[in-house]
């Protein structure tokens, strides 16, 4: 499976962005799916993934209430609100196959940019 992310831009703290990841080559019907974040000078952190079959969620803290993800079989989304400068990072989104137990595909990356 393929995917490209996009919706990275540059916007002041407390804006809004709405991140989307298109698959391609198959559906991700299957997949467990995220979006992980790597700021200058630190380790890729995972900020929020959806379960294959939509029931189970997970955001990471600094996130939570103001990050949504959301998905489809084709397309996953990050409606992120309220943003702040440390939500300053390359966005990734990547697909799981069920059973995996790890992340094996990772779309390019999209920048996002909050300034204060």
């Known amino acids: 499976v393929q995917l490209q992310a996009s919706g990275g831009g540059v916007v002041q703290t407390g804006d809004s962005l709405r991140l989307s990841c298109v698959a391609s080559g198959r559906t991700i019907r299957s997949y467990t799916m995220g979006w992980s974040r790597q700021a200058p000078g630190r380790e890729r952190e995972e900020v929020a993934s959806?379960?294959?079959?939509?029931?189970t969620e997970y955001y990471l803290d600094s996130v939570k209430g103001r990050f949504t993800i959301s998905r489809d079989n084709r397309k996953l989304d990050l409606q992120m609100n309220n943003l702040k400068p440390e939500d300053t990072a390359v966005y990734y989104c990547?697909?799981?196959?069920?059973?995996?137990?790890?992340?094996?595909?990772w779309g390019q990356g999209t920048l996002v940019t909050v300034s204060s």
């Open positions: 990547a697909a799981q196959r069920v059973g995996d137990g790890k992340y094996g595909y």
């Open positions: 959806v379960s294959w079959s939509g029931e």
